[in-house]
Nanobody, 123 residues
Framework: VQLQASGGGLVQDGGSLRLSCSAS????????LGWFRQAPGKEREFVAV????????FYGDSVKGRFTASRDNAKNTIYLQMNSLKPEDTAVYYC?????????????????WGQGTQVTVSS
């Protein structure tokens, strides 16, 4: 499975961005996909995960109510809509998937990672 994240950029405090992650493979609609982020000097942090059907999502506490994960299985793509962005959201954002239909919220639970996209929120 190959993953390609995009959509990062520079945005002001309170602004919005939408990240995309496209994936290869014929079993895309069976796979849960997760979003993680990593700021300089910090550990990789769980952001969100979405089930293969898109019917179930979980979010990290720091983004609940502000971020929304979705997917379009016809396009083999997942999205992360990020609203009310804060400077502390600044990080490299990664999408990831695993060889299981179940969902996970820790980096170690994922087998495949995209290359990351930088999100910078200015104050």
């Amino acid at each position: 499975v190959q993953l390609q994240a995009s959509g990062g950029g520079l945005v002001q405090d309170g602004g919005s961005l939408r990240l995309s992650c496209s994936a290869s493979g014929d079993t895309f609609n069976e796979l849960a996909l997760g979003w993680f982020r990593q700021a300089p000097g910090k550990e990789r942090e769980f952001v969100a995960v979405i089930s293969g059907s898109g019917s179930t999502t979980f979010y990290g506490d720091s983004v609940k109510g502000r971020f929304t994960a979705s997917r379009d299985n016809a396009k083999n793509t997942i999205y992360l809509q990020m609203n009310s962005l804060k400077p502390e959201d600044t990080a490299v954002y990664y999408c990831a998937t695993r060889t299981s239909v179940t969902m996970a919220t820790t980096p170690g639970g994922y087998d495949y990672w995209g290359q990351g996209t930088q999100v910078t929120v200015s104050s």
